[in-house]
């Protein structure tokens, strides 16, 4: 089956851990995206990587790390600089044409205690 | 001025009513559009694009205006099963997505 997936599904963390979430994609999709979703809130943009070994910063890229090694895999590492961390984390693939949608893994949800 | 700008609602309409979404964005560029649907603690699900043309997929039809920058979306015949939050994704300077903070649909029985 293609697909996202994303792991784990809950996360607990202490404050001032620093916590890696997982993203693979089997679609052969150029592009990755991690985003943060706060309760009631929309998605805002982490980071995005077009093509394996570069990645640029989104809006709220402060206190994030990512690394893109595999075109499959965009890794989230989540510091301890991060103030708030607690919330729902979101990957997303995209192809290369301006036409293509993004398609989301199933997210993970962090609690940071 | 946000890139994508919707009404958060909710709206709350009942079974069978016919109901619209606006959605307006702010770049005359926008290349592509979208319409999603994400329900309560789920990740966001491709609904369908929105063509110049305008598209309809069975009770649902999105329609987009270039001129004064906006898309919609109409459902008709509202079903329980259409209660979600519906997100307006703008697209352009390549594999950038815009989205909206969403539009929260209840449909009450």
């Known amino acids: 089956d293609g697909g996202i997936t994303q792991s784990p599904k809950y996360l607990f963390r202490k404050e001032g851990q620093n916590v890696t979430l997982s993203c693979e994609q089997n679609?052969?999709?150029?592009?990755m995206y991690w985003y943060r979703q706060d309760p009631g809130q929309g998605l805002r943009l982490i980071y995005y990587s077009q093509i394996v070994n570069d990645f640029q910063k989104g809006d709220i890229a402060e206190g994030y790390s990512v690394s893109r090694e595999k075109k499959e895999s965009f890794p989230l590492t989540v510091t301890s600089a991060q103030k708030n961390p607690t919330a729902f984390y979101l990957c997303?693939?995209?192809?290369?044409?301006?036409?293509?949608?993004?398609?989301f893994g199933p997210g993970t949800r962090l609690t940071v205690l | 001025r946000k890139e994508v700008e919707q009404d958060p609602g909710p709206f709350n309409v009942p079974e069978g009513a016919t109901v619209a979404f606006n959605c307006t964005y702010s770049n005359s560029a926008s290349q592509s559009f979208f319409w999603y649907r994400q329900d309560c603690r789920k990740e966001p699900k491709l609904l369908m694009s929105v063509y110049s043309s305008g598209n309809e997929d069975g009770r649902f039809t999105a329609q987009l205006n270039r001129a004064s920058q906006y898309i919609s979306l109409l459902i008709r015949d509202s079903k329980l099963s259409d209660s979600a939050t519906y997100l307006c994704v703008v697209t352009y300077n390549f594999n950038k997505f815009y989205f909206g903070s969403g539009t929260k649909l209840n449909v009450k029985p």
């Open positions: 679609l052969n999709h150029d592009a």
């Open positions: 997303a693939s995209s192809g290369r044409r301006s036409t293509d949608t993004q398609y």
